[in-house]
């Protein structure tokens, strides 16, 4: 059969136009900006403070398989489309990922600049995507690793009557910018407070806790699981949503210290609503976070 030329073009143009009409799922996007928050208590490995503390023997061990849990993010990263990565230190000191250990191909934010996104700092409306590595559950959680929101001082923050864990908190940080967490890294019980809160979002659990012990998986599965996990993640994009809640916020802490609630109770605007609880409200979800940050 001798087929005609004129059909031909017109078949190879409209297939074309269906290609460029509908960008398909699952396919790298070139020029993805991604944003990576990366915590301590949720590395693979990871079972006791000691670990995760300055002072601890066997820290400058964990933060080597930190900063390799990150690299893992990076590559699936980039076989998504990524080419700008900034990676946020979130833990303790902020000083703890490996700077020549890391990725060539990511920028690194050390330390705490003393503003309101704390744990997102770095992250605005330009980014495309957010991705937690070394997350944990909140305080309180059972069954979980080093559980705790932010400081030992917190027994729970909820806005608008969500409590949250920092998953939750910095979710709502990166929403005030339109930008989704795709995926998040941490132990099985993070993992599940996350899909309860956000619905959508890939999540890769890393240890399991059994009271305060844990079954791990090797550090090497646990990063290609993570790799695959941020490029599935990252090529069905659209399946995400930013994490928002309707203003004005209204943001119940509470708290376990004496001395601390007196004073978040004297914050300006701050209502003491119990023993123990503190609460503010604000229509700007920036002002909620910096007096939140202020008060413990
Ligand atoms: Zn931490």
Same mark, same amino acid.
């Given at each position: 059969m001798k087929r005609n030329v004129g059909m031909k073009r017109l078949m190879v143009t409209s297939l074309l136009l269906v290609l460029v009409s509908t960008p398909a799922l699952g396919q790298a996007r070139q020029g993805l900006k991604v944003f990576i928050s990366v915590d301590m208590e +949720?590395?693979?490995?990871v079972v006791n403070w000691e670990e995760v503390s /300055?002072? !601890?023997?066997d820290y400058d061990y964990f933060r080597r398989i930190m900063t390799r849990e990150t690299n893992a993010a990076i590559e699936g990263a980039m076989a998504a489309g990524a080419t700008e990565i900034v990676v946020r230190d979130s833990h !303790? @000191?902020? /000083?703890?990922?490996l700077p020549d250990l890391l990725h060539r191909n990511a920028r690194l934010l050390r330390d705490w @600049? +003393? !503003?309101?996104? @704390?744990?997102?700092? !770095?992250?605005?409306?330009?980014?495309d995507a957010v991705i937690f590595i070394g997350y944990h559950a909140k305080a309180g959680t059972p069954d979980a690793l080093l559980e705790h929101t932010m400081s030992g001082n917190i027994t729970d923050i909820s806005i608008n009557g969500v409590s949250l864990p920092e998953a939750g908190v910095n979710a709502l940080i990166a929403g005030h910018y339109n930008v989704p967490v795709a995926f998040l890294a941490g132990d099985r019980a993070i993992c599940e407070q996350v899909k309860d809160l956000f619905g959508e979002i890939e999540t890769v659990s890393v240890k399991e806790g059994i009271g305060s012990a844990a079954l791990n998986l090797h550090p090497e599965v646990a990063r290609e699981r993570i790799e695959a996990g941020v490029t599935r993640a990252l090529r069905n994009l659209d399946r995400y949503r930013p994490y928002k809640l309707r203003p004005p916020y209204t943001m119940v802490l509470r708290l376990k210290e004496e001395t601390t609630i007196y004073s978040a109770a004297l914050y300006? +605007?701050?209502? /003491?609503? +119990?023993d123990w609880e503190v609460t503010f409200t604000s229509d700007d979800l920036m002002e909620v976070m910096l007096a939140f940050y202020t008060m413990h």
């Open positions: +949720g590395i693979t490995g /300055r002072t !601890g023997k !303790g @000191s902020a /000083r703890n990922i @600049s +003393g !503003g309101p996104k @704390s744990m997102m700092e !770095g992250i605005d409306e330009t980014f300006p +605007g701050a209502r /003491r609503t +119990g």
